[in-house]
């Protein structure tokens, strides 16, 4: 344990900064959160960008919107500062970029801010509501300086905030839920049972994710419940209910059966409809899986990788059911949400450490020294002396009933494997 005494644990944690390097070594780095606010934003049908910063934004820029889906829709423009804004600010110049792109046909812009114009206090959203009158184009704006982050969630998550700022207040549609965080091109994702259900009796699913059109943005304040499948949804889900009074249940953090038995009664009490027993058989072999991992989980001690995509702030707080151990936990990202993970954590006794993982040579030998019984996402590099539960990205854009007895069943043949390998 002493390789890991300069990390925090998560009681201690309040923001990005909180989160440290597992160990130090030569690295390129993570994403710059501009990749993401950007291709996020490329990918919103009518949606149009203005990227601000640096000639090295401009070149990182243009390699990131060479795959823009509609980019014979919409316009993706950079703005290049010069040495004397570089001192004295660029507003005039966004401004006038600004009104060119209007003048173009851009039916909604997105502003998005590097380093440079952030450090030197450019006010973005004094342009936006000084420029919008004068102008067709939606606008909206988001700050992007990678200097205030480990790495690039926040550029999914603030941008999609940002377009709350686009949105205008409609009458309300009982037929009409958003489900946040899946697309309506997801073909080769399974879709989940209760999304299914919805369907068939008869609500319109809009769909609020990358490949959405813009108008969907716009217009999704007429639903009459907001469902979040991704972490990266939450904080629009929260803006939507305070500024539009849209309620929000977030069913990707929750796995305890339980639980979202409570979430699903929820769910048929603001829609006014009834379920008649058509989760039964999910529900069942959830319980029985809860059952099962009861008597083989308990007091197990375990990481979490880099490659778990699992929130593992939620997870923890569920595995503790099972009396199962955290020692070490990765987070790409301090996320808003996780402030309430952490104090939940915190209030049944645990409180594991944290870190960033991003040298795999450097990390195994520290992972593996932990003796941890078990391991959510792949040790790369390591000596395969610790089971990984592994291909969670398989359960992406999964919730519910399945989505639990798929995890506890995972984690269970994972052990059974490893044992029979001749493991522990």
């Avoid at 926040?154 to 709350?164: A, N, P, Q």
């Avoid at 991992?293 to 001690?301: D, N, S």
Wanted: glycine share 6%; net charge negative; hydrophobic share 40%.
């Amino acid at each position: 344990m002493n390789r890991i005494q300069h990390l925090k644990k998560i009681a201690s944690v309040k923001s990005n900064a909180g989160i440290k390097f597992l160990t130090s070594a030569a690295f390129p780095g993570s994403h710059c959160p501009l990749h993401t606010s950007l291709a996020l934003s490329t990918n919103i049908r009518g949606m149009s960008t203005l990227v601000v910063g640096t000639a090295e934004c401009s070149i990182y820029s243009r390699n990131v919107v060479k795959k823009a889906r509609y980019s014979e829709e919409t316009l993706h423009w950079m703005y290049v500062l010069d040495s004397n804004e570089v001192v004295f600010g660029c507003r005039k110049g966004v401004i006038d970029a600004i009104k060119e792109m209007d003048k173009e046909g851009a039916e909604a812009i997105m502003v998005i801010l590097t380093c440079v114009p952030e450090v030197i206090g450019e006010d973005i959203e004094g342009i936006i509501h000084e420029v919008q009158p004068q102008v067709k184009a939606r606008l909206s704006s988001v700050l992007m300086g990678h200097f205030r982050c480990n790495s690039h969630p926040s550029g999914y998550w603030k941008t999609l905030l940002s377009f709350g700022g686009m949105m205008e207040k409609r009458d309300i549609n009982s037929n009409i839920v958003n489900i946040l965080g899946r697309s309506t091109d997801e073909d080769n994702i399974p879709m989940p049972e209760l999304l299914m259900e919805l369907e068939k009796k008869g609500f319109h699913l809009r769909m609020l994710a990358p490949k959405s059109d813009i108008k969907d943005f716009i217009g999704a304040t007429d639903a009459k419940l907001n469902l979040v499948i991704s972490p990266y949804m939450n904080p629009l889900a929260d803006m939507m209910d305070k500024q539009f009074s849209i309620p929000f249940i977030s069913l990707h953090e929750i796995y305890n059966v339980l639980e979202i038995d409570e979430t699903y009664r929820k769910i048929e009490e603001i829609l006014s409809i009834s379920w008649d027993n058509r989760f039964d058989e999910l529900r069942e072999k959830a319980l029985m899986a809860e059952k099962k991992a009861e008597k083989e989980l308990g007091g197990l001690r375990y990481i979490s990788t880099g490659r778990n995509p699992i929130p593992p702030l939620a997870l923890a707080f569920y595995l503790n059911k099972f009396n199962m151990i955290p020692i070490l936990l990765h987070m790409e990202e301090f996320y808003p949400d996780d402030r309430q993970w952490a104090k939940k954590l915190e209030e049944v006794g645990i409180n594991p450490f944290v870190c960033h993982m991003v040298n795999d040579k450097r990390d195994a030998p520290v992972l593996e020294e932990l003796e941890p019984d078990l391991s959510f996402g792949e040790i790369f590099e390591g000596t395969g002396k610790v089971p990984c539960v592994s291909y969670l990205y398989e359960l992406y854009g999964q919730i519910g009933y399945e989505r639990t007895s798929f995890l506890l069943n995972r984690i269970m043949n994972t052990l059974e494997n490893h044992k029979n390998k001749g493991g522990i």
